[in-house]
Each structure stands twice: as structure tokens, then as C-alpha cells.
């Protein structure tokens, strides 16, 4: 008999652990719970998470609490038996009476190697703390936050130029990858999980809008990996003459966004090949721009119909 699966998951991160689970004939998910529907781009019309999208498409039965701790939910999460409980981004914190439910406990599909970077925001903190590597830890959960014994963590490295988006999908493939065979060792007996070592662990809250705000005077390195680390969100910005404008990563993998010089922090100056910006440490060199109701445009596009922006002050 197939292991009876609860999944409980939200964004896109999710979705590779939840495909892995359903292609596997060892197991069964007899229940996905995410976050409810919520308003989403400039009609504000109800969106429904990635996860639930899978979950209909397959025809799995489907719960969407505000709370895990709703009146009859624990009840209905009981009556599916579960012998596992999977979460990946889930975005809720489970309590002990959930905690303590399935046969084999519940699992997690976290985007780091714990215990560096516990917490909602794991991908962007690796990144912007200029991180050699990260990856992917399964683990057991208990009542902390991230604080479970691991099961099995596997490394990727995080290229020069990577952004929040391009190791967000990474991890989440691999995510997918990992569960499937940690789950079958787990099962078997044949893993020992190993408690993490407390004293080394760093945290990584949730991300604001606001935490996208450049600091001019911080050192161009560090502003550039703000710049990857925070696209798609909650993406880096700054404003110029009262506008907002965000400073985005143009993907190129042999993109220099940084350079040797001085400006007073802040200005804008002039390059043969386009902008930069005075910093703490050295000139950043804007690669992508996009103003507040506009489409994002290349540097030399922008310059086009924004010369203006030369001699300017950023803050």
C-alpha cells in the first residue's frame, strides 16, 4: 500500500516537491492544503496559489484555511490518515497537535543548508549575503521555526550573476528531486537524522517592499547582490526627482555591474556604455530600469528619453 501524503504548500517553490510526490506509486497524496485565494495584479481578481491549480488539475482534495487552527480543520486533516505530512513554503506554522499527527511526522522541503538562513526568505539572504553556495535541506519538523533534525541536504552553487529567480528555480527542481529519495531512506530506516548545530544557524525573515530600498551608501558589491538577490521580489529601488525606479538584473550571465571608482554617493554619471552610480565603495552600473507605470528598458534605452537622469542624485 501507497504512504498516505497531507501536502501543504503555496507558491511555485511547492509545485516540483507535489509533482514528485504524485508521479512516485510508493505514495499517495489524499490531501493538499495552501493558502487561500488572494488578490493579485492591477484587477486585484482572486488568485489561486500554484499549489491548488496542481491539486485540481489531479483531481486532490483541497483545503485552504485562513488558520490551521480553525474550528474542524484539525478534524479533517485526522480523517485523512495521514502517514506523512510534506510542506513546502507553506506559509503557515504548524502546531503540535498537527505536528504529531501522521505515523512518520511531518517533513519539509527548505530552501537552504540549515541551519544557515531558518526562515521565510532563504533564497534572497544567500544571495545578497554573497553566499558561495546554498541548497536544499529535508527535515523533520518540530515546533520551532526550521529548527527540525535533517534528514539529507544537497549543495548548488550560486553563480556571479545569479538572481533570486534563477536559484529560486533551481532549488525548487531540486527540491523535487530530493524529497523523493530522502522519503524512501526515511521510511526504510536507513537514515539517522541529525540534529543541526544551533550556535551556527542565521535567520532570514520575511521580505518587505520596503527592504527593496537601496542604500547608496552601502558598497557597490553589496547593492548588486541586493539587485539580484531581490528580483522578482520584493525588487531593489530608489527615487529619483520623486519618482520611484527600480533597478533590476538583466539576466546576462557576463553582466559587470560593478567598477572600480568614485562618485559622491548616489550621483549619476556618465559611461561610454551607460550610467553609474556613486556608492559607499566604488560606481554600481545599472544594467535595467523601469519607472514606476513604465515597461523596463535596457540602460541605453532608458537614456534615450530619460538624459535627464544624468548629474542626478538617487536616494
Known sequence: MPHRVIFMGTPDFAVPPLHALLNATDFQVVCAVTQPDRPSGRGQK????????????????????????????????????????????????????????????????????????????????????????????????????????????????????????????????????LLIETLRDYLSGSLTPQPQEDSRHTYAPMLKKEDGQ???????????????????????????????????????????????????????IALANGIAVGTGSGLYLPQRVQLAGKAAQPIRAFLNGHGAILGAQLG
Request: contains cysteine; charged residues 15%; neutral net charge.
Open 214 to 268: 537601496i542604500n547608496w551608501a552601502a558598497p557597490a558589491a553589496e547593492i548588486a547582490r541586493q539587485v539580484r538577490a531581490y528580483y522578482p521580489y520584493p525588487i531593489a529601488y530608489t527615487f529619483w526627482d520623486g519618482q520611484l525606479l527600480k533597478i533590476l538584473p538583466d539576466g546576462a550571465p557576463d553582466s559587470v555591474t560593478v567598477q572600480a571608482g568614485s562618485a559622491a554617493v548616489g550621483k549619476v
Open 46 to 177: 482572486l488568485q489561486a496559489s500554484p499549489v491548488k491549480q496542481v491539486a485540481a488539475a489531479h483531481g486532490i482534495p483541497l483545503l485552504q484555511p485562513q488558520k490551521l487552527r480553525e474550528a474542524g480543520i484539525f478534524e479533517q486533516l485526522q480523517a485523512y490518515a495521514p502517514d506523512l505530512i510534506v510542506v513546502a513554503a507553506f506559509g503557515q506554522i504548524l502546531r503540535q497537535n498537527v505536528l504529531d499527527l501522521p505515523r512518520y511526522g511531518c517533513i519539509n522541503v527548505h530552501a537552504s543548508l540549515l541551519p544557515r538562513w531558518r526562515g521565510a526568505a532563504p533564497i534572497q539572504a544567500a544571495i545578497r549575503a554573497g553566499d558561495s553556495e546554498t541548497g536544499i535541506t529535508i527535515m523533520q519538523m518540530d515546533a520551532g521555526l526550521d529548527t527540525g533534525a535533517m534528514l539529507r541536504a544537497r549543495s548548488v552553487p550560486i553563480a556571479p550573476n545569479e538572481t533570486g529567480q534563477t536559484l529560486h528555480d533551481k532549488l525548487a527542481a531540486l527540491g523535487g528531486d
